[in-house]
């Protein structure tokens, strides 16, 4: 059985950090790519930022570069998001999933095996 766990999230103030985990099970991890997905009320999902778990590129969304850095850690099957330089515009429901590109973008891949698997997400909330 497929699962993304994410925890990590919290109440920030403005200019602050969190990291946040995904730690994956029921798949082989380095098949895929995993990143990391944000929703905000009223808004549309975006993607935030891809790694790829078997040669460690990473792709950013251009309203996190250089504040957001994803990582991976193979033995424990985790995929990290450090986030720093928070805004009030980043709270969000962040989740976890298999990702790719599409025209610059960063977006959900949804394996066929996968089902329709999607994650309790965390709450990331930053205060002004």
């Known amino acids: 059985e497929v699962q993304l766990v994410e925890s990590g999230g919290g109440l920030v103030q403005a200019g602050g950090s969190l990291r946040l985990s995904c730690a994956a099970s029921g798949f082989t991890f380095d098949d895929y790519a995993i990143g990391w997905f944000r929703q905000a009320p009223g808004k549309e999902r975006e993607g935030v930022s891809c790694?790829?778990?078997?040669?460690?590129?990473?792709y950013y969304a251009d309203s996190v570069k250089g504040r957001f850095t994803i990582s991976v850690d193979n033995a424990k099957n985790t995929v990290y998001l450090q986030m720093n330089s928070l805004k009030p515009e980043d709270t969000a429901v962040y989740h976890c999933a298999a990702c790719g590109l599409a025209d610059n973008t960063i977006v959900v891949v949804t394996p066929s095996r996968w089902g329709d698997y999607w994650g309790q997400g965390t709450q990331v909330t930053v205060s002004s």
């Open positions: 790694i790829s778990t078997s040669d460690g590129s990473t």
